[in-house]
Every structure is written in C-alpha cells, then in structure tokens.
C-alpha cells in the first residue's frame, strides 16, 4: 500500500512538471523573443538571442503611444479594482445579513446577469454609453467592468461572509458600533483572502482585456496596451520584436502583482473551494 501511494506521488509530480513546462513555455518564448530582432525571431523562433537586443524597447518607450497607453490600462485596472472593493463587499454583506426575501431576490438577481454572455448586449451597452456621453472615455469600460463584475463578487464575498460568526458582530454591536462600522473595521478585514482573490482575478481579467477598449476608446488616440500591441501586427507583415517587447512589459506589472498576493490568493481560492 506504501509503494502504491509512492507511485502515485510520483505520477502526479510528473503530471504537475510536465504542466508546468507547457504554461511557463510561452513566457519563455516571449521573454528571448523581446530581446531578438526581427529577423532573428523568423529564423529561428526558439533559439536564444545572439546579442542583447533592446532597441525594440527602446522604440516602444519614445518613439510611439505605449506609455500612454500602459498609462490608461493602469488607470482601467486600478479604478475599476478601487471601486469593486468599495461596493461589492458592502452589498454582499447587505444581502446576507438582511436576511430579508427582497434581498434573496436581488442575490439571484445579479447571479443571472452572469448567464448573458456580453456579447448579447454589447451593442445596446455600447448605444447606451453614447447616449450617456461616455463612449470614446476612460468612464465608459470602467463602469462595464463594475456592473460585469457584480454577479461574481458578490457570490464571492457571501460565501465568505457566511463563514464569519454572527457572534463577532453582535458584540460590536453591544459596544455601540453602528453596521457601517462594523462591516469597515471587523468584518472586511476578515475578507481578505477573498478581496486579494477578487483583485487577482479581476485586475488580470481587465489588464489584459482587448475587445472593450479596442470597441469603445478612440481610435486616434493611444488605448491600452493589449490594443497597442497588436498594432504590429499585420495582415500581410508584422513586427514581431516589437510585439514581444511590449508583451514583455505588460506582464511584469502583473507577475509583480500576482507575486505580492499570491499567499492570499491562494487561502482565497482554498476557503472558497471549502465553503463551496
């Protein structure tokens, strides 16, 4: 039984390695591609560069709108992010302590917006931003990637809520904190793990998201990076050292990121698998 458990061990190590080559190959590629030529990378794609080549780099930083658009994309994310942790978690804590049937409704309410594909209402989304005044801003996605991602935090963060006992808050109450309060300073701090999973997951979800500011942003100015990059590439040529090197840029922000939550993130989705 002993030797059986060993090899079992061993198969799923071997699975787990073998996993792990096949996602870290593609950062792998970008990362020597960045630092290649042009030529170099339609010669041979996956050997090592010859030189330290960084003019690709260079050429992204001054002389095109990639600065401005590493720009917008920080300001996307991190307005969109700032306002979900602001609002999600107070309306995941109204609706589960309430305990009233109007809230139940309002719970799958917001769980059914997560059935609609966007694609069945991005046009009378995008009309309606027009209307608004909105379409060709920075408000216009940030306010879609909010209200997109109501549905979900708000299953998130009641699942967490509910693992919090009630016994926590009654003696706050007792010690005469009001709900505002009491939510801010015993109960958020609790979410943490949840909050680091939101931001992980929702923070990656529009750092790297294409369709919304490519549709919605004006096209005579710079949009977000992802947009910027695929600039270079082309229908009958592309620059390909250029696409890695701004590919290379756009994700060490978010491997920094991932790096300084990853310990949360992980009790996030660990709790979260336990609960479920």
């Known amino acids: 039984m002993h030797k ?3 090899w079992i061990d061993v198969v799923i190590l071997a699975i787990a390695l073998l996993l792990s080559a096949v996602f870290f190959f593609p950062i792998y590629f970008s990362i020597i591609s ?3 030529t042009n030529g170099e990378i339609l010669r041979d794609a996956v050997a090592f560069p010859s030189g330290f080549y960084v003019e ?3 050429f992204l930083w001054t002389k095109t ?3 401005e658009a590493m720009l917008n994309s920080a300001i996307l994310t991190l307005t969109s992010i700032a306002f979900m942790i602001l609002l999600i978690p107070m309306a995941a804590y109204a609706i589960e302590r309430t305990g009233k049937k109007w809230t139940g409704a309002v719970y ?3 769980l059914a917006g997560m059935m609609i594909p966007f694609q069945v209402y991005m046009i009378p989304l ?4 027009k209307s608004f005044g909105l379409y060709g801003t920075l408000t216009a996605p940030i306010l879609i990637y909010i209200s997109g991602s109501v549905g979900m935090g708000v299953l998130l963060f009641s699942s967490f809520i509910k ?3 009630l016994e926590i808050e009654e003696a706050a109450a007792i010690d005469g904190c009001s709900k505002v309060r009491t939510f801010w300073q015993i109960v958020f701090p609790l979410l943490g793990p949840c909050t680091a999973s939101m931001v992980v997951l929702q923070g990656l979800g529009i750092w790297n998201d294409f369709l919304m500011p490519s549709l919605i942003l004006p096209s005579n100015r710079a949009k977000t990076m992802i947009v910027e990059i695929f600039r270079f590439v082309g229908e009958l040529a592309s620059q390909w050292d250029m696409v890695f090197a701004g590919t290379v840029m756009s994700i060490i922000p978010v491997l920094i990121a991932f790096i300084s939550l990853q ?3 992980v009790k996030g989705v660990a709790a979260g698998a336990l609960k479920g």
């Open 4 to 6: 059986s458990n060993k």
């Open 34 to 36: 960045a630092f290649k």
């Open 56 to 58: 690709s780099f260079k």
């Open 65 to 67: 709108q990639f600065p």
């Open 108 to 110: 799958v309410y917001y």
């Open 126 to 129: 995008f009309k309606e931003m």
């Open 163 to 165: 693992g919090i006992p």
């Open 263 to 265: 310990k949360y993130f």
